[in-house]
């Protein structure tokens, strides 16, 4: 693996937003999450659940429920009182509408995704039409005191079930009026507090489940408004609640961090009645568990510690593999964190703010393993915050320090940096180029003479840095095939010679920049590119895929490699092909020209291609692991994954040169120690 002085970088202050609510796309593939930022995520459950598009929040835009329309159509409601189409392919709000009603607590589409109903804070319930371009007021519903909560459509469509504090109404769709009121604290003695009615769902059968504020989860005949069963699963609230697609599960998640699962079971064996059971607890969140959803696979929960996690439903899995693997996600799957290599430096993102930090620097040598004393400590050098509520979508250092990049959604911002001595001065360019935004990914060439900006349809704007401080625009390349997409990731040639880009359609374009024409597509492939590069030397393309497959193609010669064609025949370790986290970066060692570098949250490794790979019969050893065994035994273990699992969780990993790595970590207690305190719970024997 070689010996590298690492720079052990912990000081990355990122503090995840908390999760606020889930929507699994019916009949689709996909989830949409909504953090209390205002950020809204979506995860390709067929692309190995990769973060395929995120669109940044806005600090006037709250996002308090999701809901996928006909069409696969993405909307969202919040506080602000406005109902929000979210353009998938340009990753942006594309249009609002008020609401009319106050704040918006909730949101639900009825069975077709033809109209959305709204519950807002005056009380009332709002119908509207979903029609191309955008969505139409239809009518309200009849209005009564207290705020709407949440809400559920019949799956015929011909009623709603509304949630509100001590009380559950059920509206006739077509006549608009309340064909039933059922008090749900009726059934509780000597109550001294207030009912709220968290979540809401109505059943094909007629049945009304709900959680609530006591810990309950409760089963009403709707018809006769009738208490059919309640389970109290909490001490504290049941915050959230959702239903299979066949109505034989429920997944509810509540204050304490727990989720629970509920199924449909016989009473006995051959029996056809069934009751509700609360068949299994899981303790995977350490707060409130505001979101659930329950996909025809797995038990999906968000909560405040800023963790989605995936549980499979093992009765549902056909064979145990990979798909039934627990995943819990709590950074994004792209960078926040850009270095100039030259500089030393490293760009640290926020949601309304970068960070430029220069690392220390120690005069001292030690053994493997050792941690020398530093005699220059890391230094804070700027802090550049983003004006206006939108928060930044992507930045950029350059390799020699002296240029930070940003961009908002509608703003994009260049900026020279001076050093003089100890001091930093840095000054933002006036008039740069009008460009389409917002920007998706910036990346500087490697001499620091060009910036490349990523924009929508597939396109990229190329623009020249001028000195002292200034850029002209130079050229903008489009696919020659066209894209509706968003162009997510960059990769510039060290030579300069060549631009590799990625949409939304998973489709790798390459440029050549001598000729500014379109060189050649990569052949396609059924996943997501979560990470590329261009190698110093070769000029190769190195490619990680979703699936966990790494593909290495020849720019030059427009085709694979032969290397890339052994491990396609071969394939990969099985271990390997079962790790949960994408490849997010990609990097090379100029004194090895064999050696690719790549890391996710959990591992650093490197690949060396000059040593066979292993077979699924050899252990695929972390190095700490390998160090332990005799020579003898070690030489067995050779083979071209060398994997080092020190660093966690690893947000970036990059070389500064051929004998220096930096590694930026993020410990989960560092998060945890500047989150509220959660509700704590007596545990028995203590």
């Known amino acids: 693996m070689g010996e590298f002085e690492v720079h052990r970088v912990r000081f990355f202050g990122l503090v995840p937003a908390g999760v606020r609510c889930l929507a699994c796309q019916p009949r689709g593939g996909r989830l949409a999450l909504a953090r209390t930022d ?78 959305l109903a709204i519950g807002c804070e005056d009380g009332s319930v709002r119908l509207f039409q979903v029609v191309p371009g955008g969505i139409q007021f239809e009518r309200n519903l009849d209005r009564r005191k207290g705020r709407i909560l949440c809400l559920s459509w019949h799956p015929s469509g011909t009623h709603i079930a509304a949630g509100s504090i001590d009380i559950i109404r059920v509206i006739n769709v077509s006549s608009g009026q ?42 009403w005949d709707w018809d006769r408004g009738t208490l059919l069963e309640s389970h109290t699963v909490s001490t504290s609230a049941v915050l959230s609640l959702a239903v299979s697609e066949n109505e034989d599960s429920i997944v509810v998640g509540t204050s304490t961090g727990a989720t629970y699962q509920f199924q449909l079971l016989p009473v006995k064996m051959g029996s056809l009645e069934k009751r509700w059971v609360r068949t299994k607890p ?29 549980r499979p439903l093992m009765e549902k899995m056909q064979k145990k593999g990979y798909d039934a693997v627990l995943r819990k996600f709590t950074f994004p799957h792209r960078r926040l964190v850009s270095c100039a290599r030259k500089a030393r430096l490293l760009l640290f993102q926020f949601s309304q703010h970068l960070e430029l930090w220069r690392l220390g620097s120690t005069d001292e040598t030690g053994k493997d393993g050792e941690v020398l004393p530093l005699c220059r400590m890391p230094e ?53 180029p009008k460009l389409l935004l917002p920007a998706y990914q910036l990346q500087f060439s490697s001499d620091s003479g060009s910036l490349f900006v990523a924009s929508h349809q597939g396109s990229v704007h190329v623009l ?75 000029n190769n393309l190195v490619i990680a895929y979703s699936d966990q497959q ?19 025949n071969c394939g990969l370790h099985k271990a390997w092909l079962e790790r949960d986290s994408p490849i997010t970066h990609i990097a090379f060692n100029p004194k090895n020209p064999s050696h690719i570098l790549l890391h996710d949250i959990y591992m650093f490794c490197v690949l060396d291609k000059s040593l066979p790979l292993p077979d699924n019969n050899t252990l695929l050893m972390n190095q700490s692991t390998l ?20 660093f966690q969780p690893l947000l970036f990993a990059d070389l500064l040169d051929e004998n220096c790595l930096v590694m930026v970590e993020r410990p989960i207690m560092d998060i945890k120690t500047q989150l509220p305190l959660p509700i704590q719970q007596k545990k028995f024997g203590t």
């Open 38 to 115: 205002g950020t809204v995520e979506i995860y390709n459950f067929a692309a190995n659940y990769f973060q395929e598009k995120v669109i940044p929040g806005h600090e006037a835009r709250s996002v308090e429920a999701l809901c996928w329309a006909a069409g696969g159509r993405l909307f969202g409601a919040g506080l602000g009182g406005d109902i929000t189409e979210y353009d998938l392919a340009r990753l942006c709000a594309a249009r609002a509408l008020d609401g009319c009603g106050g704040p918006i607590w909730s949101m639900a589409a009825n069975g077709g995704g033809t109209q």
């Open 178 to 219: 309340t064909v039933q009121r059922i008090m749900v604290n009726y059934h509780v003695q000597k109550v001294k507090r207030e009912c709220i009615v968290w979540s809401i769902a109505f059943l094909s059968s007629g049945t009304v489940v709900t959680s609530d504020s006591f810990g309950r989860v409760q089963f």
């Open 282 to 310: 899981f303790q995977h969140h350490t707060h409130d568990v505001r979101a659930v959803a329950h996909s025809s696979t797995a038990l999906i929960s968000g909560g405040l510690d800023a963790q989605l996690v995936i």
């Open 380 to 432: 804070h050098l700027v802090q550049l915050k983003s004006k206006g509520p939108e928060h930044i979508y992507c930045s950029c250092v350059s390799p020699c320090g002296s240029w930070v990049a940003y961009s908002t959604a509608s703003r994009f911002h260049l900026y020279r940096v001076q050093y003089e001595g100890d001091g930093v001065s840095i000054e933002k360019v006036p008039k740069v």
């Open 464 to 538: 020249q840095l001028l000195e002292p401080g200034g850029c002209k625009h130079l050229r903008t390349f489009r696919p020659p095939s066209g894209s509706s997409e968003a162009v997510y990731l960059l990769a510039s040639s060290a030579d300069g010679h060549w631009l590799a880009t990625v949409g939304g359609d998973w489709v790798i374009h390459v440029y050549d920049l001598k000729c500014f024409k379109h060189h050649c597509t990569v052949p396609t492939y059924s996943c997501a590119v979560t990470a590329l590069a261009i190698h110093p030397v070769t």
């Open 550 to 568: 790494l593909f290495e193609f020849s720019i030059p010669e427009k085709q694979y490699t032969a290397w890339s064609r052994t491990v396609q």
């Open 627 to 646: 160090k332990q065994l005799p020579e003898t035994a070690r030489q067995r273990q050779l083979h071209a994954f060398k994997i080092c699992k020190k």
